[in-house]
């Protein structure tokens, strides 16, 4: 299977999800190096649908929000990582700074965020409830972040 789908790919996909009546999750994010906290967070998700789809942040993306450090792996690689974890499902990616635009299209039944999210600040929770639809915030792990790690390596000097 494809690692990464385009939303054209999914879009077919999505269509066969609702004709079974299954229930598809949607999260988003960079994952650029994963933790215990993004698995935790991807097994609580997937917990709340059938399918889970995670929309990764472009490269292009990831720079603009994070700055010109990040990512510290390419799309092609967050996505293969990404996608080989039980509980996901589907990959596909966005180049926009929000995922607003890929909601939209997908207009999955569950959209999920982490903590630091409040539920009326979700991006796509109009979207996503306005067609019956669920918008949860997961609470973090305490002390996971790839930031932590990022900092962590750069204080023991692993970072070069």
Do not use: C
């Amino acid at each position: 299977m494809k690692t990464l789908l385009s939303v054209e790919e999914f879009l077919e996909i999505r269509k066969k999800i609702k004709e079974e009546g299954k229930k598809l999750v949607f999260t988003n994010g960079v994952f650029d190096i994963i933790h215990r906290g993004h698995i935790d967070y991807l097994n609580r998700a997937k917990a709340l649908g059938d399918y889970l789809v995670v929309a990764l942040n472009s490269d292009a993306s990831v720079k603009r929000l994070k700055g010109e450090e990040r990512p510290i792996n390419n799309l092609d690689d967050r996505a293969f990582v990404v996608a080989n974890l039980k509980a996901v499902d589907f990959v596909v990616s966005f180049d926009e700074d929000t995922p607003f635009e890929i909601i939209s299209a997908i207009v999955p039944d569950v959209l999920v965020k982490g903590g630091d999210w409040q539920v009326d600040q979700i991006v796509g929770r109009d979207v996503v409830e306005a067609n019956g639809g669920k918008v949860y915030s997961l609470p973090y792990v305490e002390n996971y972040s790839t930031t932590r790690i990022i900092n962590k390596m750069k204080e023991s000097g692993l970072e070069k």
